[in-house]
Nanobody, 123 residues
Framework: QVVLVESGGGLVQAGGSLRLSCAAS????????MGWFRQAPGKEREFVAA????????YYADSVKGRFTVSRDNAKNTVLLQMSSLKPEDTAVYYC????????????????WGQGTQVTVSS
């Protein structure tokens, strides 16, 4: 069992920045690839970013590439999502997720999920 807790969401103006954090507990953190997903009202959950177990490989959705950066600190059992140049369309609940072995971009491939943190970008 892996327990994930996100933090760092909030209200920000367009063009601003936020940093989301996801703290993991329960198992060896470095055994798990991590992903960030988001879900806006009335929309399906969509992939945002993912990072391999070592942190050496990252993936991004085209919509956030160049604006968001995913990183992890295995010593602190934490994965971060640095978001810059935020747009109103980035407004959503952001979730972190964990899966064994390789990072993936599909939500159904992840076994463990946090409760989510709200990000609201005003225009």
């Amino acid at each position: 069992q892996v327990v994930l807790v996100e933090s760092g969401g909030g209200l920000v103006q367009a063009g601003g920045s936020l940093r989301l954090s996801c703290a993991a507990s329960g198992r060896t953190f470095s055994d798990y690839a991590m992903g960030w997903f988001r879900q806006a009202p009335g929309k399906e959950r969509e992939f945002v970013a993912a990072i391999s177990r070592s942190g050496g490989i990252t993936y991004y959705a085209d919509s956030v590439k160049g604006r968001f950066t995913v990183s992890r600190d295995n010593a602190k059992n934490t994965v971060l999502l640095q978001m810059s140049s935020l747009k109103p369309e980035d407004t959503a609940v952001y979730y972190c997720a964990a899966r064994s072995f390789a990072a993936r971009t599909v939500a159904s491939d992840y076994n463990y999920w946090g409760q989510g943190t709200q990000v609201t970008v005003s225009s």
